[in-house]
């Protein structure tokens, strides 16, 4: 067993009596005297996507690589099905059921869409130096799989380099799903897509917690978000806003949290100033040129 149970802590009730699949508690990151993060606490439930919004700089990544293992928090709990663990690497979380989809996907383009399905953990068939890479199967569950996103491709040979941005996402989702993921980390899936690539993506999301998994939807786009989120986490410049359920925020209530109200209030102002500027500047300039006029 790689992941170590700190303690036997009392089971956190939430959502309707639910235990929260994933939970971090007073979570700070310290990198010397860089604090990356500052008392951060958020959970994420089964059939739920949690969005974690934030401008460039607000602590985002650096969350993300607590929650998957890459980073050990310097304060605070960590907790997934309740008990507190503490993960020594990305193979301790994945082991728990937390899957990261980065935005490089992690997949090779010239290989094909079933081998990079399997990219390593791929089948075999025979046995010692005869073991080889089991190709019925492997296109066999990719198909399968894939299907149950809602994408049915001609063939699982054709390099994954030649499916679209979204497709790609997809395929990572899909994988991630098959391999047991109950929590789904998804990093910025949609900022490197077009509008109805993205609306692809945020429809496979949906089918990822119709199935009971928790979504963790890391974004910087309250646009895509909104439309998905059950619930909305805000970090600015490491710190958090707190947690809101949908029915309890707006749009832009988000916007203006995440880029900081009195920045966009001061931004106001400005603009405002600079518009009284030009329209008095355009007076004295259609003034000048009637004298001259006259004048002449």
């Not at 059939?47 to 990544?61: Q, R, W």
């Not at 390593?120 to 569950?141: C, H, M, N, Y």
Request: glycine share 10%.
């Amino acid at each position: 067993m790689t992941v170590t149970v700190i303690s036997e802590a009392p089971i956190p009730r939430g959502r309707e009596g639910q235990t929260p699949l994933l939970e971090v508690r007073h979570v700070s990151k310290h990198f010397g005297s860089v604090i990356a993060l500052q008392d951060i606490s958020m959970s994420v439930y089964p059939g739920e996507v949690m969005c974690l919004l934030g401008d460039n700089g607000a602590g985002k990544s650096t969350l993300i690589k607590i929650l998957s293992g890459v980073h050990k928090p310097s304060e605070g709990e960590f907790l997934v099905e309740g008990k507190p663990v503490d993960f020594d690497s990305p193979r301790d979380a994945l082991d728990a059921g937390i899957a990261t989809v980065y935005q490089d996907l992690a997949m090779v383009p010239l290989m094909s869409v079933a081998r990079n399905f399997f990219l390593g953990s791929e089948p075999t068939i025979g046995w010692g130096p005869f073991q080889r890479f089991d190709l019925k199967t492997a296109d066999r569950v990719t198909r399968e799989e894939l299907a149950k996103m809602g994408i049915r491709l001609r063939d699982t040979e054709q390099p994954v380099g030649t499916l679209s941005g979204g497709e790609r996402q997809c395929v990572a989702i899909a994988r991630a799903v098959y391999f047991g993921a109950n929590v789904l980390i998804l990093d910025e899936p949609t900022a490197a897509l077009g509008v109805k690539e993205a609306g692809v993506v945020l429809r496979y999301i949906a089918q990822a917690r119709a199935r009971g998994l928790g979504v963790i939807f890391i974004t910087h786009n309250v646009h895509h978000a909104y439309p998905i989120g059950d619930r909305f986490t805000l970090l600015n410049r490491g710190r958090s806003y707190g947690t809101f359920a949908k029915t309890d925020v707006s749009r832009e209530e988000v916007v203006t949290m995440m880029a900081g109200g009195e920045e966009l209030e001061e931004l106001g102002h400005e603009l405002e100033e600079f518009a009284r500027s030009d329209t008095a500047a355009a007076a004295r300039l259609e003034q000048a040129v009637g004298e001259q006029l006259l004048n002449g």
